[in-house]
């Protein structure tokens, strides 16, 4: 059994960049879903019972034709929203000197960065995450991926995700995606993503 993540914030301390009703029904709806659906699909098979989620998702092809489409769908929505509101806070907060280091070492400047990930979550056509991830192939990079991918699917690390879907914006923004992705940036828990980058670097 998968257990939901618990929130480090109230719903509404996010505001005004991310507004209380959205996080509600994102996290209560949507994410109780997508935890609920992955639970019902590992049930039926409890030789997986004591694999974890990154497990589950690292190799598809070795999960059971019958549920591989729930584990990819509903499993890759459980972990990508357990990330994010990992990686949201409303503390205003510092970039580790190391990660931004490392991030302009890749991209030439931290606006650089900033204006790809931007660009990319942006341009993502229909639903689906922008990611920072890191591979040891390809060092860190910005990576688009539709519906619930994630670049463990990929053999690569998430570092940082920005969920694009509809509804992680709609009720606040319409259909105005380049506000929120602004917005993002104001609420980033940037310990917990550089965390992120030393475990996978
Ligand atoms: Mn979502």
Redesign the pocket.
């Known amino acids: 059994m998968f257990t939901a993540t618990q929130l480090a914030y109230a719903f509404d301390s996010l505001e005004p960049h991310i507004d209380s009703a959205t996080m509600h029904v994102?996290y209560e709806k949507?994410?109780m879903t997508y935890l609920n659906n992955l639970n019902a699909g590992i049930e039926k098979h409890p030789e997986l019972a004591d694999l974890t989620i990154v497990q589950l998702l690292s190799d598809l092809t070795k999960i059971p034709e019958d549920i591989r489409t729930v584990v990819k769908n509903q499993g890759g929505?459980f972990y990508?929203?357990s990330l994010?509101w990992e990686q949201l806070t409303p503390e205003t907060n510092e970039i580790p000197a190391e990660f931004k280091a490392a991030i302009e070492a890749k991209f030439g400047t931290w606006e650089a960065f900033v204006v790809e990930f931007n660009d990319k979550a942006t341009k993502l056509f229909g639903s689906g995450w922008v990611w920072l991830a890191y591979s040891s192939e390809n060092g860190l990079h910005i990576v688009q991926m539709t519906m619930q991918d994630n670049p463990i699917m990929q053999n690569a690390k998430p570092i940082l995700g920005i969920?694009v879907?509809e509804?992680?914006y709609y009720l606040k923004y319409q259909n105005r995606r380049a506000e929120y992705i602004q917005a993002f940036w104001n609420v980033i828990n940037w310990q917990r993503v550089a965390d992120l980058y030393t475990q996978a670097a």
Do not use: E, L, R, V
């Open positions: 994102h949507h994410y929505g990508n929203h994010f969920d879907w509804h992680a």
